[in-house]
């Protein structure tokens, strides 16, 4: 698993703390870690704001699970102070209860929660921010908490230098690192496959968001559709804006080569399956499919959003940046990559390099290096 030994001065207790397991790139790697961390002797507290019932990632069971089922939604202004006053204590609890020398948590609100929590508390918090947060809102109110709540954070991990750079002009006093993503374990298993456009489908993969733009992926094939009759685009996820997803493919006409999977736990088959993959996005923040498919040897086309996708693909090396909203474009390339099977095995092979460029062991000591940082009695900011 790629495991690296626990450095005896690093923390040997340490609580994950996330909004829940429902799926996700978030959520995958927080299962990832604490099973890698468990599994290297350390013990591993993971907490969820939701209940254990919506899990879709498996964590090991020397992992000490706390689902805290207190995710319900606030119908008043009142309501949502007593809820977010349970919430902070709940996980000031389970910090306590824990026995942890160090929390790590995972996504805005979370991350302003647990800092909330942790203040009586003489825990060091690291906090994780998941996508590029200039573009994602989370309201005026959550924002500014996390103006308040971030400095007092014992370190910051963001994906990109993009995010650092921006983040090192209002969080001057608090470390960041940068953390891309790690090739997922499963992406390696095989050798990379030869891509021969034979399969003819393309294929996105995520939750059926706004930010997602996958309406915008879908106005793209409908246009290219007209030179590519024999082709299909897959579309493997779920969310809120899928009804209307669908009756937009029917809307174009395109709704016979328009393929809604649903939510898969096993992407092996959806690869094998998939002859290039699309990512519309209007943000990112380090997408972990993008670097599963291209580790497997499928190279992908995305719109060049803010940010991640320009940190992974190498504009016609191993994929195609498309500029950031272009339907016109996003449509022409996709024309162009599925009519040129010489360009498609060309770019395949360059895009399995992912493997070497972001590896396992290199994302492992990226985190054993914060883990030991932040908890230097010298460095401890709490």
Known sequence: MGTLPLPTDDPSKIALLIHSLSGGGAERVVADLANTWVSAGRCVTLVTMTDSKSDRYDVSPEVRRVALALDRPSKTLWQGIWNNWRRVRAIRRALRESGAELAISFVDRMNITTLCAADRLK??????????????????????????????????????EEVAGDARDWLASVPIEVIPNAVPQSAITSSPRVQSGAARTITWIGRMAEEKGVAELIDAFGLAARDLPDWTLALVGDGPLRGSLEARANELNVGDQVQFHGWQRDLGEVYDRTTFFALPSRYEGFPNVLLECMARGIPAISFDCPSGPRAIIRDNVDGLLV????????????????????????????????????????????????????????????
């Open 323 to 382: 500029p950031a909203g272009d339907v016109a474009q996003f449509s022409a390339a996709i024309v162009q990559l599925a009519k040129d099977p010489e360009r498609l095995e060309r770019l395949g092979l360059a895009a399995a390099e992912v493997r070497e460029r972001f590896g396992r062991e290199k994302y492992l000591r990226r985190w054993e290096d914060v883990l030991e940082k932040t908890t230097d009695p010298g460095n401890l900011r709490r």
């Open 123 to 160: 825990i060091p918090v690291v906090v994780c921010e998941r996508t590029d947060y200039r573009h994602h809102s989370i309201g005026k109110f959550w924002d500014r908490q996390r103006h308040r709540w971030y400095p007092t954070a014992a370190t910051l991990v963001v994906q990109t």
